[in-house]
T-cell receptor, first 116, second 115 residues
Framework: GENVEQHPSTLSVQEGDSAVIKCTYS??????FPWYKQELGKRPQLIID?????GEKKDQRIAVTLNKTAKHFSLHITETQPEDSAVYFC???????????????FGQGTILTVHP | EPEVTQTPSHQVTQMGQEVILRCVPI?????FYWYRQILGQKVEFLVS????????KSEIFDDQFSVERPDGSNFTLKIRSTKLEDSAMYFC?????????????FGDGTRLSIL
């Protein structure tokens, strides 16, 4: 089955700096890669996702890049703010349909702390 | 914006007792999921449900677990005889589905504590 590895496990940055979180996956059939932000005691919230037909996607201060050949994808947050502090999870999923119904396999999470 | 809702927010149960966790997915969504998160760990897939039947399940989802969509709105997870290791946060999620993966929206979760 799919295995998703996420690094680093903790990341501490100063406000205004950039933060990068990296994930690798093992299943070459995976083609959907969402990123979730989870604040303490709250639900995981989707912040950005990318499908395998594109290499990069950007939404304001957040971007995700995907390298299908190397089977890794990364989250980039620019101009970090204290409210970006949370746990970030990457995930991978196969194309829904056939024997797959969109099951998400999550990475271990990265605790991001942005210091004012 | 429509949300996935889960009840109760916190459930405390004696070991060996049955527990039912409830979820109301987003109304036009077709795919439903249960995940769990043990404190401080990653989110783990339990089961997916489509067209009124289980479509995929993980090794965690053994005979003690069952899911049901008893009516047009609710989606439930039942644990028949709870164990201490079932203590976790349980998240329900739903998506529009379709051939192209659609985003999964998560509920606020039910914190299950087994004593």
């Amino acid at each position: 089955g799919e295995n998703v590895e996420q690094h680093p496990s903790t990341l501490s940055v100063q406000e205004g700096d950039s933060a990068v979180i990296k994930c690798t996956y093992s299943d070459s059939a995976s083609n959907y890669f969402p990123w979730y932000k989870q604040e303490l005691g709250k639900r995981p919230q989707l912040i950005i996702d990318i499908r395998s037909n594109v290499g990069e996607k950007k939404d304001q201060r957040i971007a995700v890049t995907l390298n299908k050949t190397a089977k890794h994808f990364s989250l980039h947050i620019t101009e970090t703010q204290p409210e970006d502090s949370a746990v970030y999870f990457c995930a991978a999923s196969r194309r829904a349909g056939g024997t797959s119904y969109g099951k998400l396999t999550f990475g271990q999470g990265t605790i991001l702390t942005v210091h004012p | 914006e429509p949300e996935v809702t889960q009840t109760p927010s916190h459930q405390v149960t004696q070991m060996g007792q049955e527990v039912i966790l409830r979820c109301v997915p987003i109304s036009n969504h077709l795919y439903f999921y249960w995940y769990r998160q043990i404190l401080g760990q990653k989110v783990e897939f339990l089961v997916s449900f489509y067209n009124n039947e289980i479509s995929e399940k993980s090794e965690i989802f053994d005979d003690q677990f069952s899911v049901e969509r008893p009516d047009g709105s609710n989606f439930t997870l039942k644990i028949r005889s709870t164990k201490l290791e079932d203590s976790a946060m349980y998240f329900c999620a739903s998506s529009e589905g379709g051939a192209n993966n659609q985003p999964q929206h998560f509920g606020d979760g039910t914190r299950l504590s087994i004593l």
